[in-house]
Nanobody, 114 residues
Framework: QVQLVESGGGLVQAGGSLTLSCEGSGSIFRGNYMGWYRQAPGKQRELVARITRGGNTIYADSVKGRFTISRDNAKNIVYLQMNILRPEDTAVYYC????????WGQGTQVTVSS
């Protein structure tokens, strides 16, 4: 049974920081790539960052230099450290494999006020 539980979201002022966590179970963490995605109101879900089991990372241009993805393979946890947050980062954040599986967790809401 696949389970993904995202946490760590909240309300923060522009320029602030948050760290998101995603704990998973089942086969989903056995894949090479894990990713963080986000979906803003009225917009499609987009990939924010992804990481291989070996720690190689790729970021969307909009978050490059501000966000850092990491993972603990032994604990099946993926993190997203978000710094210098902007109002346009406001969204529900999800983790999943990359390319994504059909299973999505409940996500965690990040709201950045100006």
């Amino acid at each position: 049974q696949v389970q993904l539980v995202e946490s760590g979201g909240g309300l923060v002022q522009a320029g602030g920081s948050l760290t998101l966590s995603c704990e998973g179970s089942g086969s989903i963490f056995r894949g090479n790539y894990m990713g963080w995605y986000r979906q803003a109101p009225g917009k499609q879900r987009e990939l924010v960052a992804r990481i291989t089991r070996g720690g190689n990372t790729i970021y969307a241009d909009s978050v490059k230099g501000r966000f850092t993805i990491s993972r603990d393979n032994a604990k099946n946890i993926v993190y997203l450290q978000m710094n210098i947050l902007r109002p346009e980062d406001t969204a529900v954040y999800y983790c999943n494999m990359w390319p994504p599986s059909a299973y999505w967790g409940q996500g965690t809401q990040v709201t950045v006020s100006s």
